[in-house]
Nanobody, 122 residues
Framework: VQLQASGGGLVQAGGSLRLSCAAS????????MGWFRQAPGKERGFVAA????????YYADSAKGRFTISRDNAKNTVYLQMNSLKPEDTAVYYC????????????????WGKGTQVTVSS
């Protein structure tokens, strides 16, 4: 599976962005998907994850109530809608895929895309 994230950019605090992650391959619907982020000088951390059927989602505490993960298996795409953005959300955001069950730990993800930069100005 090859993943390509897009949709990052510069936004003011309080604004919104929608990240997309397009996947290649015909087995996309069998993968759980996740979003992770890495801010400068910090370790990569979990943001949100969604099961292969979209029946289950998990969020980091920092994302709850502001971010929404979704997927469209017909389009081989997973999304991360980010609202009420804060300067501390500034990071490179990565999408990742895991075979089978939903995963929230980056070391258990099987495939990674290149990141997309999100910068939130105060």
């Amino acid at each position: 599976v090859q993943l390509q994230a897009s949709g990052g950019g510069l936004v003011q605090a309080g604004g919104s962005l929608r990240l997309s992650c397009a996947a290649s391959g015909r087995t996309f619907s069998s993968y759980a998907m996740g979003w992770f982020r890495q801010a400068p000088g910090k370790e990569r951390g979990f943001v949100a994850a969604i099961s292969w059927s979209a029946g289950r989602t998990y969020y980091a505490d920092s994302a709850k109530g502001r971010f929404t993960i979704s997927r469209d298996n017909a389009k081989n795409t997973v999304y991360l809608q980010m609202n009420s953005l804060k300067p501390e959300d500034t990071a490179v955001y990565y999408c990742a895929a895991a075979r089978g069950s939903i995963v929230t730990i980056d070391t258990y993800m099987d495939y990674w895309g290149k990141g997309t930069q999100v910068t939130v100005s105060s």
